[in-house]
């Protein structure tokens, strides 16, 4: 069974930094683009990164609005998904989810993980 | 970025109803067009991808349709554990994209 666990979520002051973890499960996480996906409270999802895979330099991708402050990146000896999140701001709160995508075009986002919540106030 | 639209934002419907959401994008999407499904308090499930191919255990009775700009999620028979807020996502290109959600509730 493919089973993604995020963790490392949490209340952290504006400007403050936070990493959050995804663990994988259930499949080969070497073959797979990852990406993590986030949802303010009473809002639809949003997307917020992508890595690739080692066939794809680990390349990123980014939303504008966490450009220059996230960064993703992976450890494929431990099955693991990172996000660093630096320079937070209040907007930045929100249940953060990662999730799987094939190396194409056509398999995105499915599963999804259970998420960890960020919450960003002074 | 290419925007999505969907209509309506929210609806009620009885259980038995055939249900109807429409998504549209801003753009052509090649027919990168995904749907899913939230249940309260629970996680997102993807229900259609590229427009049409139902996921593997989803229900026979969710379908969807449409190419190039228009795309339609159709629940041919609501039942109660549908009552859900559902979602379209492109990903013809970066970033990819969200609708802002249909919640369907109890009528």
């Known amino acids: 069974e493919v089973q993604l666990v995020e963790s490392g979520g949490g209340l952290v002051q504006p400007g403050g930094s936070l990493r959050l973890s995804c663990a994988a499960s259930?499949?080969?996480?070497?073959?797979?683009?990852m990406d993590w996906v986030r949802q303010a409270p009473g809002k639809g999802p949003e997307w917020v990164g992508r890595i690739r895979d080692k066939a794809n330099s680990y390349t990123t991708e980014y939303a504008a609005s966490v450009k220059g402050r996230f960064t993703i990146s992976r450890d494929d000896s431990k099955n693991s998904l990172y996000l660093q999140m630096n320079s937070l701001k209040a907007e930045d709160t929100a249940v953060y989810y990662c999730t799987r995508s094939s190396t194409g075009w056509f398999d995105w986002f499915d599963p999804w993980g259970q998420g960890t919540l960020v919450t960003v106030s002074s | 970025d290419i925007q999505m639209t969907q209509s309506p934002s929210a609806m009620s419907a009885s259980v038995g109803d055939r249900v109807t959401i429409t998504c549209r994008a801003s753009?052509?999407?090649?027919?990168?067009l995904d749907w899913f499904q939230q249940r309260p308090g629970k996680v997102p499930k993807r229900l259609i991808y590229s427009a049409s191919t139902l996921q593997s255990g989803v229900p026979s009775r969710f379908s969807g349709s449409g190419s190039g700009t228009e795309f339609t999620l159709t629940i041919s028979s609501l039942q109660p554990e549908d009552f859900a807020t559902y979602y379209c996502l492109q990903h013809n290109s970066y970033p990819p994209t969200f609708g802002q959600g249909t919640k369907v509730e109890i009528k």
């Open positions: 753009q052509g999407i090649n027919n990168y």
């Open positions: 259930g499949f080969t996480f070497s073959d797979h683009y």
